[in-house]
T-cell receptor, first 112, second 116 residues
Framework: DAKTTQPNSMESNEEEPVHLPCNHSTISGTDYIHWYRQLPSQGPEYVIH???SNVNNRMASLAIAEDRKSSTLILHRATLRDAAVYYCILRPLIQGAQKLVFGQGTRLTINP | DTGVSQDPRHKITKRGQNVTFRCDPI?????LYWYRQTLGQGPEFLTYFQNEAQLEKSRLLSDRFSAERPKGSFSTLEIQRTEQGDSAMYLC??????????????FGPGTRLTVL
């Protein structure tokens, strides 16, 4: 399984943008980049995913480097409810590759 | 409620006892997954089903662990002869098999197992 590297923790202030980095230098051409987050005492929840182009949804934006060896999850205006562990995950586009392989993620703290 | 549900939410047992957990996926989802999460770590994949067929099992799933999804709806995860190292959060997730890798997995709240 292709590996991702994320900072153990980050801190930001409420109502400010947050940029969560992820390195995936061994990514293959058919690996999708997924982000999930896990709020305290809850199961993980899907945030966003992409392949090559930048992606936006109601929760966040995903910026993917041109060489695809890194990506950044962007929370445009953090709230206290965004405090969570954020996981960057590579999912290969091959038959049967259904599981999610989680690393340790980045623990995001939001200061009021 | 249309989310993934798990029962029980907490289970305390003594070493050597058997335990069984239940997961009810989102009703139209045909894929169901089990993960285990220990403190401070990300979830680790255990096994997954498409309908009633168990299609992949992790090496983490020792012969003391067995999972079933008899009618392609709810699933059970049984741990026999529990050990203290089995103490963890057991998470269930479900998804639709519509092809492609973008199918998000929806997770339940988990069952926290403590083995004394």
């Amino acid at each position: 399984d292709a590996k991702t590297t994320q900072p153990n923790s980050m801190e930001s202030n409420e109502e400010e943008p947050v940029h969560l980095p992820c390195n995936h230098s061994t990514i293959s051409g058919t690996d999708y980049i997924h982000w999930y987050r896990q709020l305290p005492s809850q199961g993980p929840e899907y945030v966003i995913h992409g392949l090559t182009s930048n992606v936006n949804n109601r929760m966040a934006s995903l910026a993917i480097a041109e060489d695809r060896k890194s990506s950044t999850l962007i929370l445009h205006r953090a709230t206290l409810r965004d405090a969570a562990v954020y996981y960057c995950i590579l999912r290969p586009l091959i038959q049967g590759a259904q599981k999610l392989v989680f690393g340790q993620g980045t623990r995001l703290t939001i200061n009021p | 409620d249309t989310g993934v549900s798990q029962d029980p939410r907490h289970k305390i047992t003594k070493r050597g006892q058997n335990v069984t957990f239940r997961c009810d996926p989102i009703s139209e989802h045909n894929r169901l997954y089990w993960y285990r999460q220990t403190l401070g770590q990300g979830p680790e994949f255990l096994t997954y089903f498409q309908n009633e067929a168990q299609l992949e099992k992790s090496r983490l799933l020792s012969d003391r662990f067995s999972a079933e999804r008899p009618k392609g709806s709810f699933s059970t995860l049984e741990i026999q002869r529990t050990e203290q190292g089995d103490s963890a959060m057991y998470l269930c997730a479900s998804s639709l098999a519509t092809g492609g890798v973008g199918n998000e997995q929806f997770f339940g709240p988990g069952t926290r197992l403590t083995v004394l």
